[in-house]
């Protein structure tokens, strides 16, 4: 079956720490991968898309990877701050061609003061 | 991006009912998208919804239980029909308004069915 993991429902880290969020897909060759960002009561926001041919994205403290042989993604926040607290999802588009976008499990991060 | 307006944001509703849920965005787009996020757990697409044809459904989910209108490249309504309290869940719409690939989505609608 076809499947979008992430790694923990649940990560702890310290304030400053580098946050590390997985995302593990099987079953899916896609073209490129999406992170958003979720807050209580809201929706997901957007926040990087990575294609299959760059190894490495990033955004400010915000750094993605995207291993199509692993079939996995890593997410990185640097320098993390209590304000980083939120749901992180990973997405894909089986197709490529944006008529389908499938969300992984999901990771809530708390960074800790 | 988009600015996307949904109805309504929360409801409680009796089993066996039907709620109409909207979604109105402030710009025309090709393609809207409904998900589910049902407690706690992540979201599942539900159907793309394209202006003048029928909305495709993922596995799992049916139009008589779900009918979707699209009557132009603004809006669109999914309707949870004949609710029983499994469907209790934030309903979301979304949409790609750059034509980048990358999803803008309202609040949610948040529904309870007692």
């Known amino acids: 079956s076809q499947k979008i993991e992430q790694n923990s429902e649940a990560l702890n880290i310290q304030e400053g720490k580098t946050a590390t969020l997985t995302c593990n897909y099987t079953n899916y060759s896609p073209a490129y991968l999406q992170w958003y960002r979720q807050d209580p009561g809201r929706g997901p926001v957007f926040l990087l898309l990575?294609?299959?041919?760059?190894k490495e994205k990033r955004k400010e403290r915000l750094k993605v990877t995207f291993d199509t042989t692993l079939k996995q993604s890593l997410f990185h926040i640097t320098a993390s701050q209590p304000a980083d607290s939120a749901t992180y999802l990973c997405?894909?588009?089986?197709?490529?061609?944006?008529?389908?976008?499938?969300f992984g499990t999901g990771t809530s991060l708390t960074v800790i003061p | 991006s988009a600015v996307i307006s949904q109805k309504p944001s929360r409801d409680i509703c009796q089993r066996g009912t039907s709620l109409t849920i909207q979604c109105q965005v402030d710009s025309q787009v090709t393609m809207m998208f409904w998900y589910r996020q049902q407690p706690g757990q992540s979201l599942t697409l539900i159907a793309t919804a394209n202006q003048g044809s029928e909305a495709t459904y993922e596995s799992g989910f049916v139009i008589d239980k779900f009918p979707i209108s699209r009557p132009n490249l603004t809006f669109s309504t999914l309707t949870v029909s004949n609710m029983s309290p499994e469907d209790s869940s934030i309903y979301l719409c979304?949409?790609?308004?750059?034509?980048?690939?990358?999803?803008?989505f309202g609040a949610g609608s948040r529904l309870t069915v007692l």
């Open positions: 997405a894909l588009d089986p197709s490529g061609t944006g008529n389908q976008f499938y």
């Open positions: 979304s949409v790609d308004d750059t034509g980048a690939n990358v999803l803008t």
């Open positions: 990575i294609r299959e041919n760059e």
